[in-house]
């Protein structure tokens, strides 16, 4: 009697143990996330290092995304760039464009939300359907997340890494979208820089104006202007 009684009392504790989780991983975000593993964010490119990555965060200013990617053909330069998915959606040709010219193009979320303060499965609300937008638009799968102001956490991380993305950001940052001032944009992006760097620019009227003079300086320093995958090593 007393053993049925304990097999009964261990088999309770082990349902309110099952359902207790359950309820937590729902609440949590719809689904269990059980192991939380993500790959690392790469600030930089480290020993596959090939040359210097430039990287244009879009929402905006399409006029200069064409600017720039004339002034990229001038040098003969590659990119990589991260495109929000709202902005991706309004703007198919430019997209299609960007690829077209041999650049590569990453997810930057779809409405430039803080992932920082979301959990799992708000963050793969947020990057998904970036990436099916992008993906269908291509014709091709794209590889890496930039999120939106360098905002992320833990669940942003293994968001992206479920769906097969790499996170990404940056060794230098313009700071484009604030300054106004081309020289300073300019030194932001050339001061003592080095292969496997990864600059962070965007498509501002400060950028299209400092950036044939940043090209200039990299290609002197004898430094190749490549994609960020390129520079992982893919």
């Not at 091709?140 to 991380?157: N, Q, Y």
């Not at 962070?200 to 090209?215: G, N, S």
């Amino acid at each position: 009697m007393k053993s049925k009684l304990a097999a009964i009392v261990v088999n309770a504790i082990l349902c309110a143990i099952i359902v207790a989780t359950c309820i937590v991983g729902f609440a949590d975000g719809g689904a269990v996330q059980v192991s939380g593993e993500h790959d690392e964010p790469y600030y930089s490119a480290g020993e596959t290092a090939c040359g210097v990555s430039l990287m244009f965060n879009v929402y905006q200013n399409t006029s200069n995304v064409y600017k720039i990617l004339d002034i990229l053909d001038e040098y003969d330069a590659k990119a990589t760039f991260f495109l929000g998915g709202s902005w991706a959606d309004d703007n198919v040709d430019c997209t299609r464009e960007i690829a077209a010219r041999g650049h590569e193009i990453g997810s930057h979320g779809y409405f430039h939300k803080d992932q920082s303060a979301m959990n799992y499965r708000q963050n793969l609300e947020e990057i998904s359907p970036s990436v099916k937008l992008l993906n269908a638009v291509l014709g091709d799968e794209i590889k890496l997340f930039a999120p939106p102001s360098g905002a992320f956490c833990d669940a942003t991380l293994s968001a992206a890494s479920s769906l097969g993305l790499k996170t990404i950001m940056w060794s230098r940052d313009t700071i484009d979208w604030r300054d106004s001032d081309v020289n300073l944009i300019y030194s932001r992006a050339t001061n003592n820089i080095s292969s496997g760097e990864f600059v962070l620019m965007h498509p501002m009227d400060v950028t299209v104006a400092a950036l044939p003079d940043i090209l200039s300086y990299i290609i002197s320093n004898g430094l190749a202007l490549v994609t960020v995958s390129e520079n992982l090593g893919e």
